[in-house]
């Protein structure tokens, strides 16, 4: 079955974190494209960015799944998200058929941001302007975007599922998938279907959402309130956005019309 007959025509926003992508979900990009989907890619690289402080001995912090940043850490991972790991992804899609093109959201600027106190120069999206993104659209390209914006002081670090929230939000994107290295949010071991926006923070603050399945959550409930359809999924498995462009049921699928 083609899915040029069955995805949607409203543009997808896939978030992705900084490792390999061959064998995985990404594979399906270039029948999406084909089909004249518009794609935006959000990427993480927080383990690289650990590293590469670790190499440094910066210490690392973290809060609900969210890295504590000072000024030479903000440095740090500017150098990793813009450089190393947006070039390396692009490379990668480029390899799988994906005209990506990689920018942060810094350029344009893109994404702007209101810092949360307490965590240094980290912030939460507060505006996203589409016109760079829709510019790498109109030139043929997938624009890939390194978890970067702008604020008060400068550049700031910005949680990558978060920020592909915004981006779906104010797109009013048919669909947001998160992609991590489990099947979505499990309860003893299976995954949960479905579950309406407003549920999620009850998963956060019964310890069943830990960690970075935090601001996956979130980054889910802010894009479904917006009338975005969006999965946390496998990116490991190919055929993953292809099946659930096609509507079968993969992943936990956040959707304010979701029946848990």
Do not use: C
């Amino acid at each position: 079955m083609s899915a040029a007959s069955d995805i949607s025509t409203k543009p997808i926003v896939v978030k992705v974190g900084g490792g390999a992508l061959q064998g995985g979900a990404l594979e399906d990009l270039p029948e999406i494209l084909d089909s004249g989907t518009r794609v935006v890619i959000m990427h993480g690289g927080g383990p690289a960015l650990t590293r590469m402080l670790d190499t440094l001995e910066i210490p690392t912090r973290f809060h609900e799944g969210l890295r504590v940043t000072d000024e030479q850490t903000l440095e740090i991972a500017e150098m990793v998200f813009a450089g190393s790991v947006n070039k390396a992804l692009v490379r990668e899609l480029r390899s799988l058929g994906v005209p990506a093109a990689g920018i942060s959201g810094t350029d344009g600027p893109t994404l702007f941001i209101e810092p949360i106190p307490g965590l240094g120069r980290v912030g939460n999206v507060e505006r996203v302007d589409l016109r760079l993104i829709r510019a790498m659209w109109n030139g043929g390209f997938v624009p890939a975007v390194a978890p970067l914006g702008i604020g008060p002081e400068g550049a700031y670090n910005v949680n990558a599922d978060m920020a592909a929230g915004a981006i779906a939000a104010e797109l009013r994107a048919g669909h947001l998938f998160l992609l991590t290295d489990v099947d979505g949010l499990l309860d003893g071991g299976e995954t949960i279907a479905s579950l309406a926006p407003d549920e999620s923070e009850g998963y956060v603050e019964s310890g069943l959402a830990a960690g970075g399945m935090i601001p996956k959550l979130r980054s889910a409930s802010q894009a479904a309130r917006a009338g975005v359809e969006a999965r946390i999924v496998n990116g490991n498995r190919r055929g993953t956005l292809r099946d659930a462009l096609a509507g079968e049921n993969v992943g936990t699928l956040i959707s304010e019309g979701a029946v848990a």
